[in-house]
């Protein structure tokens, strides 16, 4: 999974928009899947199923689209992907609970 780069101008231009509300598109390679997550959810993926988080089986994230509220699973180890639908109440929740988290992956660590 990894954030994907634009094919023309105008796909750079609605990029650019998502960057400047907090947001990013991701893409799973080899699927349709796509979804908005916070702009910085790729570093929490790499910091959380990297190889020094062996521990670690799944991670999750937000789909930030407005189709729904929906919640990504993640998995490490069987390389999938899990979307859950949640009340607006356990989004909002979920919301500002991946907010706080995803302050912590801003500046990424070297």
Do not use: E
């Given at each position: 999974m990894h954030r994907v780069g634009p094919n023309n101008s105008q796909e750079l231009n609605k990029l650019k928009a998502l960057d400047k509300?907090?947001?990013?598109?991701?893409?799973?390679?080899?699927?349709?899947?796509?979804?908005l997550a916070h702009k910085t959810a790729q570093n929490k993926l790499i910091h959380d199923l990297g190889k020094s988080n062996n521990n670690i089986i799944f991670t999750e994230l937000l789909d930030r689209t407005q189709q729904g509220h929906n919640l990504i699973q993640i998995h490490a180890t069987q390389i999938s992907i899990q979307k859950i639908s949640l009340t607006l109440e356990e989004f909002q929740q979920h919301l500002k609970k991946e907010n706080e988290i995803l302050?912590?992956?801003e500046k990424p660590k070297k």
């Open positions: 509300k907090g947001l990013a598109k991701i893409t799973v390679i080899g699927t349709s899947h796509r979804f302050t912590k992956y």
